[in-house]
């Protein structure tokens, strides 16, 4: 089971990145994907997950609900993260991960594996 992160990088206030996570080693489409982020001295904050129903909606925390946008493509094992309005607060190392089954609810409290997280910097 491997989950790899990649897209991120240093980018100027107001900005917009699109993080990607690679999935392999096991079914995608039974499980659930999130996005979580950890900032220095901060604990591990979950921004958004998504399950592989094509008619659900994906879960967003409040710090970037109308700012990041979670999507998965089952055709390529692979869930993206797009951040568009990016602030110097975002900066951190964001992991993407599986989750213990195909829902979000709870979704921090479930995570069956981690990727090794791609770092996000963000200038002001």
């Known amino acids: 089971v491997q989950l790899v992160e990649s897209g991120g990088g240093l980018v100027p206030a107001g900005g917009s990145l699109r993080l990607s996570c690679a999935a392999s080693?096991?079914?995608?489409?039974?499980?659930?994907i999130g996005w979580f982020r950890q900032a220095p001295g901060k604990e591990r904050e979950g921004l958004a997950c998504?399950?592989?129903?094509?008619?659900?909606?994906?879960y967003y925390a409040e710090s970037v609900e109308s700012r990041f946008t979670i999507s998965r493509d089952g055709a390529r094992n692979t869930v993206h993260l797009q951040m568009n309005s990016l602030k110097p607060e975002d900066t951190a190392i964001y992991y993407c991960?599986?989750?213990?089954?195909?829902?979000?609810?709870?979704?921090?409290?479930?995570?069956?594996?981690w990727g090794q997280g791609t770092r996000v910097t963000v200038s002001s």
């Open positions: 080693g096991f079914t995608f489409d039974d499980y659930a």
């Open positions: 991960a599986r989750i213990t089954a195909n829902f979000c609810s709870n979704f921090g409290a479930r995570v069956l594996t």
């Open positions: 998504i399950d592989s129903y094509s008619n659900s909606s994906p």
